[in-house]
């Protein structure tokens, strides 16, 4: 049996938890970054950036921003995952870090339409572009860094830690607009105060920066190089090598619906005037904060059940239930239960969504080779989460302010969503008992499910410090 060299042996597997923690925190704020615009997008950029004498109008055009960041995503994957095999998983890290920081930081600049017409509107286009380019090599390159450093056994709970930064990064995007909208004058929060979390991301880069330079590149990257296994062009190789698993991953990236609906839709739906609903834009930001707290605690259980059972179980229920559960989410909003509303966000986006979200991320890159695997992973989860950034203007049109059934018709729209998701991931091939060198090849066999849990018993003891 060929050993497993995805691992530091060193005391306590130093690189896997430095590789994880680094995950985590790089995670955070570059998802940080990204999601107050989600929130800005909703709360404050349909009166500052789209006046229209139509409240529909402005509030599509403003949904329509936010969508744009992830048009550059695709493009952004193609650039971003050839750097990523190529040159290496850190240094892409440090390069969407980079980008993603002083471009948030500029959104915290931009004049707004009053001053300057419709070259707010542009340059705000431009750098919501620049961050969803930035963005497509985070989790790819976060996943594939922490699950080449993993122990063979734990690569599940290890690679979970970057989706839980991510859940991070958006209670700190969510719990930084709530004191400024609880406590300062509308006026002022619409005048200034929206920008402090943007101004903020200048922090972003010089912690990233710190934080990211420690780790150290990857066994399996290096050991590639080693023998001359660094493609040139990863592109046509990878879509050589896994084109059925590529499109099994954009069916199953689908599942950022559920994100879409619980933060943008239904902030619009919950807060904008032009909806009758009236939830105030402080009350409502604590029910992605409080949907993502148990998130954040849930997430590295989950990645360890994948290690036990396997990466399909969680990702099949977890999405099918979170389909189920938008319809009474939406419901709640629409009755003006702030309780029920919270009560289903928790279990909606903080429980059933992450069998998805924490099993994911080791269980996209396990489908592919290492010469590929940020390449592959990157370009099909940026091709299905660009697809849902269409749903937020999509449920605005489909169902406008003043519409009827609109809990119906949304909540319809995204169990269909999660129902491609769910085959797609009963379609694809059981990856966790496969050891690193033989992932991304059809002919791998699953080491036999004793001497599986026997390696990870003795991986669980040397980690256990982490837990």
Partial sequence: MKADKS????????????????????SALEYYDFFIYATAASLVFPQLFFPSADPAVAIIASLATYGVGYVARP???????????????KNVLLVCMFMMGVSTMLVGVLPTYSQVGLLAPVLLVILRLVQGFAV???ISGSSSLILEHAPFGRRGFFSSFALQGVQAGQIFAAAVFIPLARFMDHTAFMSWGWRVPFLLSALVVVAGYVIRRGVDETPAFTEEG???????APIPEAFRLSCDD?????????????????TVFGAVYAVQAAYGIGFAADVYLWIPVVGNVVAVFLIPFV?????????RPPIIIGSL????VSFGYLYAISIHSIPLAMVLSVLMWG???????????????????????VTAMAVAQNVGTTITALLPALFATVAPPGAANIPMTVGAITLGITAIATIAAFTARETYRIQMHDLGHRDAVPLPKADYDRLRAEAFSKTSALV
């Fill in 75 to 89: 493009i952004g994957a193609f650039v971003l995952g050839h750097l990523g095999d190529t040159h290496g998983r």
């Fill in 351 to 373: 429980v059933f969504y992450q069998g998805y979200n924490a099993a994911f991320p080791s269980f996209y890159p396990e489908l592919f080779q290492t010469r590929v695997r």
């Fill in 226 to 232: 080693s023998h001359g296994g660094i493609p040139r």
């Fill in 7 to 26: 691992f530091d042996h060193g005391p306590g597997g130093g690189q896997s938890k430095k590789a994880a923690a680094s995950g985590w925190i790089g």
């Fill in 303 to 311: 990645g360890n059940l994948s290690d036990r059972i396997g990466r």
């Fill in 321 to 324: 239930l979170a389909g189920l």
């Fill in 136 to 138: 497509a090599g985070e």
């Fill in 246 to 262: 590529m499109l099994r991953v954009v069916c199953m990236a689908l599942m950022n619906v559920i994100p879409v609906v619980a």
